[in-house]
């Protein structure tokens, strides 16, 4: 089954760390942009980091930049989200999304999401 798989989520401290992993099954990322999205309770799905297709460009939302940071492992078909420094309004599940780059519309998996909790 043609599908992204995210895995990592876990509870952690305020300050800690957690490194959550996207990884592509039956297909391979080499033409798709990924991102990373979190969806808080009552609260709608934000977009949290990106990486294009070669992995030469990201981008990160205002509310994680400097803290966290998205990169690919091409020869795994890994998409990694290493989370630092994290904060209780990380709180959220996140999902890996990835878009080809050139049929959008047509090759748009989403997974089903990991739970992360940053918690005293």
């Known amino acids: 089954q043609v599908q992204v798989v995210e895995s990592g989520g876990g509870s952690v401290q305020p300050g800690g760390s957690l490194r959550l992993s996207c990884a592509a099954s039956?297909?391979?990322?080499?033409?798709?942009?990924v991102a990373w999205y979190r969806q808080a309770p009552g609260q709608e799905r934000e977009l949290v980091a990106t990486i294009t297709y070669t992995g030469g460009s990201t981008n990160y939302s205002d509310s994680v930049k400097g803290r966290f940071t998205i990169s690919r492992d091409g020869g795994r078909n890994i998409v990694y989200l290493q989370m630092n420094n994290l904060k209780a309004e990380d709180t959220a599940v996140y999902y890996c999304?990835?878009?080809?780059?050139?049929?959008?519309?047509?090759?748009?998996?989403w997974g089903q999401g990991t739970q992360v909790i940053v918690s005293s």
């Open positions: 039956r297909f391979s990322f080499n033409l798709y942009r």
């Open positions: 999304n990835a878009v080809h780059r050139w049929r959008p519309g047509q090759f748009d998996y």
